[in-house]
T-cell receptor, first 114, second 113 residues
Framework: GESVGLHLPTLSVQEGDNSIINCAYS??????FIWYKQESGKGPQFIID?????DKRQGQRVTVLLNKTVKHLSLQIAATQPGDSAVYFC?????????????FGKGTLLTVNP | NAGVTQTPKFQVLKTGQSMTLQCAQD?????MSWYRQDPGMGLRLIHY???????DQGEVPNGYNVSRSTTEDFPLRLLSAAPSQTSVYFC????????????FGSGTRLTVV
């Protein structure tokens, strides 16, 4: 079956540094990708998304990069803050798939040290 | 505007018991979904609804029932609880079904013993 996975289950960074969270996907037919942030005891929160016809998309302090050649997705957080500490999930939607059938990765725990 | 409200926050069930996890949203969203999240794993879709009276199965529907009699409410029923259903359950809603627009509740942590 298809899967979405993460290279690093944990990431620890210093406050003010940039963070990079990686995600590998195996379904070459996926056309839509999302990053979610989940703080302890809360539900996932949308961060940023990107479609397969794009290589890069920027938001506020966050950038998502998509490399379709190697089926790799990354989330970059600039000037990481303690409030960024959370689990980050990537998710994909296969081309032509239902809007509800996202495949989620296992998550990366980001810890920001003051 | 409370967003997506899930009750209860915590629940312990004995194997074989049944119960209903409640989900309500006050944003007039048409799209609602239920997910489960197991340790070290991402979310998996259980059931979803695109409007009152319309539901469909997700990735892991076995052992769960849903109904959508109103736009606001989307309860999830466990018919006969099993230890494999120990998980954290999240309800989400969206105005137009676009992923970025989904609002998640804070979850129900269920333990089946």
């Amino acid at each position: 079956g298809e899967s979405v996975g993460l290279h690093l289950p944990t990431l620890s960074v210093q406050e003010g540094d940039n963070s990079i969270i990686n995600c590998a996907y195996s379904n070459s037919a996926s056309d839509y990708f999302i990053w979610y942030k989940q703080e302890s005891g809360k539900g996932p929160q949308f961060i940023i998304d990107i479609r397969s016809n794009m290589d890069k998309r920027q938001g506020q302090r966050v950038t998502v990069l998509l490399n379709k050649t190697v089926k790799h997705l990354s989330l970059q957080i600039a000037a990481t803050q303690p409030g960024d500490s959370a689990v980050y999930f990537c998710a994909e939607n296969p081309l032509g798939g239902s809007n509800y059938k996202l495949t989620f990765g296992k998550g990366t725990l980001l810890t920001v040290n003051p | 505007n409370a967003g997506v409200t899930q009750t209860p926050k915590f629940q312990v069930l004995k194997t074989g018991q049944s119960m209903t996890l409640q989900c309500a949203q006050d944003m007039n969203h048409e799209y609602m979904s239920w997910y489960r999240q197991d340790p070290g794993m991402g979310l998996r879709l259980i059931h979803y609804s695109v409007g009152a009276g319309i539901t469909d199965q997700g990735e892991v529907p076995n052992g769960y029932n849903v109904s959508r009699s109103t736009t606001e409410d989307f309860p999830l029923r466990l018919l006969s609880a099993a230890p494999s259903q120990t998980s954290v359950y999240f309800c989400a809603s969206s105005y137009n079904g676009e992923f970025g627009g989904y609002t998640f509740g804070s979850g129900t942590r269920l333990t089946v013993v």
